[in-house]
């Protein structure tokens, strides 16, 4: 039996690692050609390797999603190199968790600039490239469920912002053979040090007999992610399960609207560590 994206080229962000790199493996091994996006080349080649290896067709493209042209630039490449543009994931983002008393304006700014600006540079130039080519295609929008909790602080409202533009971009596309998903997932492991405050990973992960911490961007070891995962599987998605639901978001055909789909672990986790804490 034929594999279900065989023949078609996708773009995922923000793939160096985690949600994004597991996402491009399981794009490339249903057939896609998966060009992977990220600012982190070492992350980036060892992604490729992988993929490659599991006789899968991928490229690199190191490029921050905070600069439209290369964003666009990087559509270019993949409709020139393969012909075509079927699917574009954008999952790039980053969070802050500082209370709004205690944030700075600096990363307020590159939240924006990251989760909403560049996935909205990300959408419109897959548009463009998908309208001009006649190619039936996929925007997939990585949000989060913290989009549609209260008090959920600035990472939040950017993911609130996230749902409106594919909701917007649904009702502009429905004469197009271009269909627009938001996933958004609940806690997952991967990005867990980059979505709360660090002493809440900390004493979490001390609770599962993890003694280690966040380095300085918020990223945790990945042993230590995979074994803290299965510690703790009804509280942490993994990383595969929202992979898992891009692919079938996409290779539904295009005559059908998969609206939405919320992604998340058994159990939530206690409003003690989803809301930023006060200073």
Known sequence: MGKALAGKTAIVTGASSGI?????????????????????????????????????KAHAAVIDVRD??????????????????????????????????????EHWREMFETNVLGLLAGCQAAIKA????????????IS????????AGVYGATKAAVNTIGDTLRQELENDPIRVVQIMPGAVMTNFGRNFPRQVVEGLLKSMGENVAPDMEGK?????????QAKAAQMFAHADDIARAVVYAVTQ?????????????QRGLPDSVVRPQSA
């Not at 543009?85 to 999952?91: A, G, P, R, S, W």
């Not at 945790?220 to 803290?228: S, T, Y």
């Not at 055909?253 to 672990?265: F, G, K």
């Open 130 to 141: 998908m309208r001009k080519g006649k190619f039936e295609g996929h925007i997939v929008n």
């Open 144 to 151: 989060s469920i913290a989009g549609r909790r209260e008090g």
């Open 253 to 265: 055909p295009v005559t059908l609207n998969i609206y939405e789909m919320v992604v998340r672990p």
């Open 68 to 105: 439209p042209v290369s964003i666009s630039g990087l559509v270019d490449r993949a409709v020139k190199e393969t012909g075509r543009i079927n699917i574009m994931v954008n999952n790039a983002g980053l969070s802050y968790p500082d209370t709004i008393a205690t944030g700075k304006f």
């Open 220 to 228: 945790l070891p990945q042993e230590a992610i995979d074994r803290a």
């Open 20 to 56: 994004g790199g597991a996402i491009a493996k399981a794009l490339a091994a249903e057939g896609a050609e998966v060009y992977a996006a990220g600012r982190t080349e070492t992350a980036l080649k060892g992604l490729i390797d992988e993929i490659k290896t599991a006789d899968g």
